[in-house]
C-alpha cells in the first residue's frame, strides 16, 4: 500500500510537470471535458469504493482548489472527515468486550435444538430443566432464543404427528399397498398390485392384469390376508394412496381383521415411501434391463425378483439382513465365494461355499 501512494504521488507530480507546458485554453477545454464526464459518472456510480491511497492522494490535491470548486468532487468535507474518523478508529482498536452475558457454548446450542428436534411436545423450560439435571444449566430465555434463532417453532406448534414419526413409530404394525405398470415389448400395459410389511420389508407380489378393477383389486386384498396367515393380527394400518381401483369393499376387507386403512395425501408418494421404494428399485434393478413379452412373463420375473428381494438382497434398516433371512455367522475371509445368476443374469446371487 505505502508503495502505491508513492507511484501515485510520482504520477501526479510528473502530470504537473507536463501541465506547465501546455497553454490556458488547453488547460480549460480539458477541465470542461473532464468536468462533463465527472456529471456523466456521477449519473451511473452511487458511491465509488477507493483505496486509503486513493483518498490520501485526493484529499491532498483537494486543499489546492478553491473552496469554490470542492463541489465538482466526489470527496465531501464529510467525506474527509470520516475518512479521519476512520483513521482514528484503526489507531486506537482494541479487543473490546461487549456488555452482557458471554455467548452460549456451541455445543450446548446443538443439544437444545437436538432435543427440541427429539421432543417435539418439549418446551423451552422442559428443555432448560433437562439441560439442567444434565450438568448444563441454562437459562429458560437463552433456550427459547436459541430456538427462535433456528426458526423452531413453539412446542404447541411443532407436536403435531408427521408420517415420517408415524411410520417410524407404528412400523411393526403397518402395511403399504401400490400399484404399478410396465409397458411390454407389444406396447401393451400390464398393472401389478405389490404391498410390503414396513417393519419387515418383506414383500408381496399380488397380482398381474391388463384390466385392474375393483373387484380384481378386492380380490388381491383377499390373497394378501391369507398369505400374512398368522400375522394378520399384528397388522394395524394399511397406507395406500386415493387410486379409484381401492374401493369400499377393498378397505372393508382389511376392516374386517380390525386393520385401520389410512390415505396418503394427494400427489404425496413420500408418505407412501417405503412402497414407492420397492418399485423404483425393481424398475432400476429389472423392469428397466428386460424386455417382458407377455403377462406370463411378467409374473415369472417379478415372482423371481420377489424371491430375491426377501431371501438375499440386504437392507440397511435390517443392518444388511435379508427379510426372511438373517445374517450368517463370521466365516473364513479366504473361503471361495461363488455367483449365481436370475433371470438370465440381470441379477446376481453370491454364496460363501462351505
Not at 477507493?50 to 470527496?75: C, E, M, N
Amino acid at each position: 500500500m505505502a508503495l502505491r501512494l508513492l507511484y501515485l504521488t510520482f504520477l501526479k507530480l510528473l502530470g504537473w510537470i507536463a501541465l506547465l507546458t501546455r497553454s490556458e485554453a488547453s488547460k480549460n477545454a480539458e477541465i470542461l471535458v473532464l468536468r462533463h464526464q465527472l456529471a456523466v459518472l456521477r449519473r451511473q456510480v452511487a458511491r465509488p469504493k477507493l483505496s486509503w491511497a486513493d483518498r490520501a492522494v485526493i484529499a491532498g490535491l483537494v486543499r489546492l482548489l478553491p473552496k469554490a470548486l470542492h463541489g465538482h468532487t466526489f470527496v465531501t468535507p464529510g467525506t474527509l472527515l470520516r475518512w479521519h474518523a476512520d483513521l482514528v478508529k484503526l489507531r486506537w482498536t482494541y479487543k473490546r468486550q461487549g456488555p452482557g452475558r458471554p455467548p452460549t457454548q456451541p455445543a450446548v446450542q446443538a443439544l437444545v435444538l437436538r432435543i427440541a428436534a427429539e421432543n417435539p411436545a418439549w418446551g423451552y423450560r422442559r428443555i432448560a430443566g433437562e439441560l439442567a439435571s444434565l450438568g448444563r444449566p441454562v437459562g429458560a430465555s437463552t433456550v427459547w432464543a436459541i430456538l427462535k434463532k433456528a426458526g423452531v417453532d413453539p412446542a404447541p406448534r411443532r407436536s403435531g404427528a408427521t408420517w415420517a414419526g408415524f411410520l417410524r413409530s407404528q412400523a411393526s404394525g403397518i402395511l403399504a399397498v401400490d400399484l404399478f405398470h410396465v409397458d411390454i415389448v407389444l406396447l401393451k400395459r400390464l398393472y401389478c398390485m405389490v404391498a410390503i410389511e414396513i417393519s419387515t420389508r418383506r414383500v408381496h407380489l399380488l397380482g398381474v392384469t391388463a384390466h385392474p378393477t375393483g373387484s380384481w383389486a378386492v380380490q388381491q386384498a383377499r390373497d394378501l390376508l391369507v398369505a400374512l396367515d398368522d400375522r394378520v393380527d399384528q397388522m394395524k394400518f394399511l397406507i395406500r394412496d386415493r387410486d379409484a381401483k381401492f374401493t369400499d369393499t377393498f378397505d372393508a376387507v382389511f376392516a374386517s381383521e380390525a386393520i385401520q386403512v389410512l390415505l396418503s395425501p394427494v400427489r404425496a408418494p413420500r408418505a407412501n415411501a417405503y412402497i414407492e421404494r420397492w418399485i423404483g428399485g425393481c424398475r432400476r434393478e429389472l423392469l428397466d434391463r428386460t424386455l417382458i413379452i407377455n403377462e406370463r412373463h411378467l409374473r415369472n420375473v417379478l415372482a423371481a425378483y420377489e424371491n430375491h428381494f426377501n431371501t438375499h438382497r440386504p437392507h440397511r434398516a435390517l443392518h444388511q439382513a435379508a427379510p426372511l433371512r438373517p445374517l450368517p455367522d463370521p466365516v473364513d475371509p479366504d473361503g471361495k465365494v461363488i455367483r449365481r445368476d436370475l433371470l438370465g443374469g440381470v441379477i446376481h446371487e453370491y454364496t460363501q461355499v462351505a
